[in-house]
Every structure is written in structure tokens, then in C-alpha cells.
């Protein structure tokens, strides 16, 4: 965010950055022809659904964060939609507990589970925690891929994190170092930018499976995600897609 407010400023755009649970936020954001935003939180995203509905641009939308952030809605969408989604015709053992109601900040909010009876502790103790909307889905063996985009523009990356081991939780270990199983990159594309225009995300990125036979599935997927393997390309497209959708106003 911070790459991106300055390349806008570079390029002539007055910007002024605040953290979402700002108070100030509505009054300060109220003569602002756009937002570029992060936020996550249910006050920040009714505040800026609220300036929205008055005519202010904002990147990604409140309401597109909101289903990314919303689990079980997502994988509906995306299942309605027909995105490739982990299916139990392809699982060898293993399913992964994950809370449904939100974005996982933290390790304990998606856990794998060996067998049902982990899955059912797993279960329980999201239960424990005030956490309802539980999300089982079957562990897919093969090469994790990480990738990431920018809706209106050519940009988009994918990578390995087993290559590296830089991970978030860690979680990335139970599929293994990668294998680099051959498969149809430019499929993988328009399926993820398929997934991201069904959530309405602009910025975006996820997960997917390759398996050994090319064929592969979103296990999730993310709006602002770090960009961290490729974050000077990333700020220029986003920065790029903000001036586009400006320009379009």
C-alpha cells in the first residue's frame, strides 16, 4: 500500500493514508474522488460502503472484501460459478478445518486433520472459540501454487512457496517441496481471474493444487494478499489499475 500511495503521488495524485479503525475516517475520506483500500474490519467496511453509495470510488470494493473475507459464501460463489474447487473425487486422505466466517489470522484458523476424528476436534475447538461457521474441505496432494493479479490489466504471477519456505502459517509443509507437475498456465489464469471477478475483487490473490496429472483446483483466494515475491510489478499494476478506473469516471 505504501509503494502504491507513492507511485500515485509520482504520477500527480494527492494521497493521504490512514489505518481503518481511524476514527476520523468517514469526515476525512468525505471529499475524496477515490479509496484505495485494505481495510477489513465490519466498521471500516460499512463506513466506506457508506461513501460508496455517495459516489466514491473504492479499490477493492467493501462488498467484494466482505465475501473473501466470508469463507463459506466464497466457496458457494465460486462453486456455483463452476470455478475447479478441492473435491473428495480427488483427495488421497486428509481434510483441512477452517473457520467460515472470516479471513484465517491466525494458525488456529485452518488446521489439517489426518482422519474425521481430528476433524471433529478441530471442530470443536473453533466452537470453543465462538467460531459457528466451520469449513471442511479434503486435503489435494500435489504442487501448492500461490498466485496473484490484477483484474483490467496483464498482471499475473505465480510461484511456489515450497521452493522457499516462506510461508504464513507454515501450512504450505503438509504438500511438500513441489514436484513443478506440468500444467496449463494460461487455464490457471482465466480460471483465477474467473474466481475474482465472481467475488469482485480486483486486487486479488490465492491458492491452487497442481496435481501429478496437470489438472489442479483453488483451494482460496484472497483480496490485497502480500505480493511479496513480486511486489514492485504488483504496485505498478495496481497503481495502474486505479488510474484506469479514474480515467473511466
Excluded at 504450505?172 to 475474482?196: F, I, K, S, T, W
Excluded at 494478499?225 to 488510474?243: D, K, N
Aim: proline share 4%; with cysteine.
Amino acid at each position: 500500500m505504501n509503494a502504491v500511495s507513492s507511485r500515485l503521488r509520482q504520477r500527480g495524485f494527492s494521497v493521504s493514508e490512514f489505518v481503518e479503525d481511524d476514527p476520523s475516517l468517514p469526515a476525512a475520506l468525505e471529499n475524496s474522488g477515490a479509496c484505495i483500500s485494505m481495510a477489513r474490519s465490519p466498521q471500516a467496511l460499512r463506513q466506506l460502503e457508506v461513501l460508496e453509495s455517495s459516489g466514491m470510488t473504492v479499490l477493492n470494493t467493501p462488498a467484494s472484501v466482505r465475501l473473501c473475507c466470508h469463507r463459506s459464501l466464497l466457496l458457494a460463489s465460486l462453486q456455483k460459478a463452476g470455478v475447479p474447487l478441492a473435491s473428495a473425487d480427488w483427495s488421497d486422505g486428509g481434510f483441512w478445518v477452517k473457520r467460515g466466517d472470516a479471513s484465517a489470522q491466525s494458525a488456529a484458523d485452518v488446521q489439517f486433520a489426518a482422519d474425521s476424528v481430528e476433524v471433529e476436534r478441530l471442530t470443536a475447538a473453533l466452537h470453543q472459540r465462538g467460531i459457528s461457521d466451520v469449513v471442511v474441505s479434503p486435503h489435494i496432494s500435489g504442487d501448492l501454487v500461490k498466485f496473484y493479479g490484477v483484474e483490467g490489466t496483464g498482471f499475473f504471477r505465480t510461484c511456489y512457496p515450497g521452493d522457499d519456505g516462506d510461508t504464513k502459517f507454515g501450512d504450505e509443509q503438509v504438500n511438500g517441496r513441489p514436484c513443478h507437475y506440468d500444467y496449463d498456465a494460461a487455464l490457471l489464469e482465466r480460471e483465477a481471474r474467473r474466481a475474482a471477478q465472481v467475488a469482485g475483487v480486483q486486487v486479488f490473490g490465492g491458492d491452487a493444487v497442481i496435481r501429478k496429472d496437470g489438472t489442479f483446483c483453488m483451494i482460496d483466494l484472497n483480496d490485497w494478499p502480500s505480493f511479496s515475491r513480486c511486489r514492485e510489478s504488483a504496485t505498478e499494476a495496481i497503481a495502474a489499475r486505479f488510474i484506469q478506473i479514474m480515467e473511466q469516471k
